[in-house]
């Protein structure tokens, strides 16, 4: 529980200051100001009787109350000690403002290890250190250096970044954007983003949940913890760093195409966050959140004085995925009832640049009874006898009486401001152009879908596991991380994935020997554990169909493999029975350093860097993320049918994706892994493994 650091029964600052220009006594002027009903003890030192009309204590033992919370804003150095007594006065939690840690080099990152430890020894709690601090407004308590409080709302925000947080808390109160708690957490060196959002899942002055990360402390976690929060209430969360930088090569498809901001979306989206791509576009879908109710279809209808805007938001419906509504006639009649003959009663309803606010009221209250209708937009723009305030007005009333989402977008400049106000403090979210107010509908549909949807389950399937392990201890133990497509399916064997016939040749003789056993055309494949990506190496030869092609391609393939690399080691080649008719895909495993295991699945061949049409999960995935997986590539109608292409065997790949999860999970040193092709035959006819490679931890 972290209730030490909203609702205090008393707060102790130290390093408090008779300073204005000190950090030290803005906080202590921020926590009077907010209305901080608790005991309140300045600590410093070197100060007179008081300070700000309190007083003054040179030290924590002299407060003759034990303080529920303490604020340190000290010099680093001094921290430690600091923290050491507020541990043996019983404190509960530290917020540590002082900067100097780990973000400033090897010394910091040493003294920040001291406090952790520190706090660990108490069991205190501890936000910070080098954060802005944490501010209740609904309980009005300003434990921070913001320039003031926002309003109170509904709306919690976490942040990794002060600087960010500052410029957020002055835009909120600008926009009249309600706040009920505000944290800046900074090193995270105790209390953790998943902490904050687990307690904010739990509080009842929170309805929607805000995150701007750089990164996660522990993501697994952060995934376990933020999917029991989504069902309640939704998260809305801005990533940044969404490059790779400086990424270190990888010997699989699947590397070069998981990068992080790929494990951090799918991760994401398996636990219900919303994932916004900008600060403006988390906080559209946030107010959106805190004052509407969430709808319960995509059926968008709009009300309107002015047709322009009207159509960019038709436009904007129909490019997000949702529905324009249909009206019915029944409304349609009632609507040309008191509009003018010029209006349009279809949707978007456009009473004209003329109506007055008793009309549009009216307008907007039959569409909102409409049973086709999920949610309205209400468009407004100042003309010549525009009511504005009065319309801002009316369509709260009606909004008010409807339990479907109504968001505003009031057009304009200062002549709009009063009915902006009036919206945003009654409870409608007034966004300034139509397509945001989309944008945020889209959000509130897509969490909708995700909180009401089958979430699947992981299943286990009776695998050879003692088989899988024995193959690959004698890989490790031959010195090598790495296991080619022998070996490679023989692992997928083991965990019941089909995979194709194959016979090891060392010489040409071999070759023609196995073409003949394998009765039909054949595909040659160069074997080194040398050589993993073989089409680049000239190692692969398909469609072969004489004794001659067999003999000539087995040359060509060994003296390719030698120009290509002539220190490789060459094993032979494989023969392998020819499969025609199957559509090739990918299956794909990378071990990302904050989620584990990443999934991958997409056409395979030489198409997949190509196309980058691929979709990922974090690992384990149930069987609906597996459908998912299989659904969420642009280039899925391949795989149902597409003209002359039959429906190929979709549940076949979903088997195989459920299995390479368990096989993840058994053998966590697993870091890379491509089936690529795997052959999706026909419906009911199954897919089969042609081509496997593993990559091991040491």
């Known amino acids: 529980m972290l209730k030490c650091f909203f609702t205090p029964a008393s707060v102790a600052l130290v390093g408090a200051s008779r300073s204005p220009e000190k950090l030290g006594y803005k906080i202590l002027k921020n926590l009077l100001d907010g209305g901080y009903k608790g005991n309140l003890y300045p600590v410093n030192p070197t100060a007179d009787e008081n300070i700000l009309g309190l007083k003054t204590y040179k030290s924590i033992p002299e407060i003759p109350d034990k303080p529920e919370l303490v604020i340190i804003v000290i010099p680093s150095k001094y921290v430690p000690q600091s923290a050491e007594e507020c541990g043996k006065k019983g404190v509960k939690g530290l917020i540590v403002i002082s900067a100097g840690f780990k973000e400033a080099g090897a010394e910091g990152k040493k003294s920040e290890e001291e406090l952790k430890a520190i706090v660990k020894k108490y069991g205190m709690r501890m936000i910070g250190p080098n954060c802005l601090g944490v501010i209740d407004a609904v309980n009005n308590l300003n434990a921070s250096f913001a320039f003031e409080a926002p309003p109170k709302g509904k709306i919690s925000f976490i942040t990794q970044s002060g600087a960010l947080g500052t410029a957020v808390l002055d835009w909120a109160a600008k926009e009249n954007i309600g706040l009920s708690k505000f944290v800046s957490f900074g090193n995270m060196a105790d209390v953790s983003e998943t902490d904050l959002v687990e307690e904010f899942g739990d509080d009842p002055e ?410 990922f999960r974090v690992i384990p995935v149930t069987d609906v993320d597996a459908q998912e997986m299989i659904n969420g590539i642009k280039t899925a109608k391949m795989l149902k049918g597409f003209r002359s292409i039959t429906e190929r065997d979709t549940e076949a790949i979903k088997d195989v994706l459920l299995k390479i999860s368990q096989l993840c999970r058994d053998f966590p040193e697993i870091e890379e892994m491509d089936i690529n092709p795997l052959m999706a035959l026909e419906k009911g006819k199954g897919a089969v493994a042609v081509d496997a490679r593993f990559a091991f931890s040491g």
């Open 206 to 615: 929170t309805n929607v949940i805000l995150l701007y990360l750089e990164g996660l402390t522990d993501g697994k976690r952060f995934i376990e913890k933020a999917k029991k929060v989504s069902a309640k209430k939704p998260i809305i969360m801005v990533k940044s760093g969404k490059t790779s930088a400086g990424s270190k090569a990888v010997s699989s498809h699947t590397g070069s195409l998981a990068g992080s901001d790929s494990a951090y979306s799918a991760a994401l989206q398996q636990a219900g966050v919303i994932r916004a791509n900008s600060v403006q576009e988390l906080f559209d879908y946030a107010v959106a959140f805190a004052y509407q109710p969430v709808p319960e279809g995509g059926k968008t209808a709009i009300v309107t004085n002015a047709g322009g805007p009207a159509v960019m938001a038709v436009d904007a419906i129909e490019a997000q995925g949702l529905a324009p509504a249909v009206l019915s006639e029944n409304a349609k009649n009632s609507l040309k009832s008191f509009l003018s003959p010029a209006a349009n009663v279809n949707n978007p309803v456009d009473v004209l640049g003329d109506a007055l606010a008793d009309k549009y009221g009216k307008a907007l209250e039959i569409v909102l009874a409409e049973k086709s209708v999920d949610a309205v937009i209400s468009i407004l723009t100042p003309q010549v006898i525009t009511q504005i305030p009065e319309t801002a007005e009316i369509t709260v009333q009606v909004a008010g009486a409807h339990k479907k989402p109504v968001l505003g977008c009031f057009m304009g400049g200062k002549r709009i401001n009063e009915g902006v106000d009036i919206l945003m403090k009654k409870g409608i979210p007034n966004y300034p152009f139509p397509e945001r107010a989309v944008s945020a509908l889209k959000g509130m549909l897509g969490y909708k879908t995700w909180v009401d949807k089958n979430k699947g389950k992981v299943i286990n399937f009776d695998a050879d596991k003692k088989t899988a392990e024995g193959i690959i201890s004698r890989i490790k133990e031959s010195g090598r991380t790495t296991a080619g497509d022998i070996e490679g399916r023989q692992i997928l064997s083991a965990y019941g994935v089909k995979t194709v016939d194959s016979f090891l040749a060392k010489d040409a003789g071999e070759c023609v020997k196995y073409f003949k056993k394998a009765g039909g055309a054949v595909v040659m494949k160069l074997v080194s554990p040398d050589i993993l990506h073989k089409t680049e190496a000239g190692g692969v030869k398909v469609g072969l169909a004489s004794a001659e092609e067999i003999e000539q391609g087995f040359k060509e393939i060994i003296a390719s493999a030698k120009r290509y690399k002539k220190d490789a080691v060459i094993e032979g080649v494989q023969i392998q029975p020819l499969i025609s008719g199957g559509t090739e895909v990918i299956v794909g495993v990378k071990k990302d350093p904050q989620f584990n295991h990443l999934l991958m699945f997409g056409l395979g061949g030489i198409y997949v860097e190509l196309l980058k049409d691929v979709s």
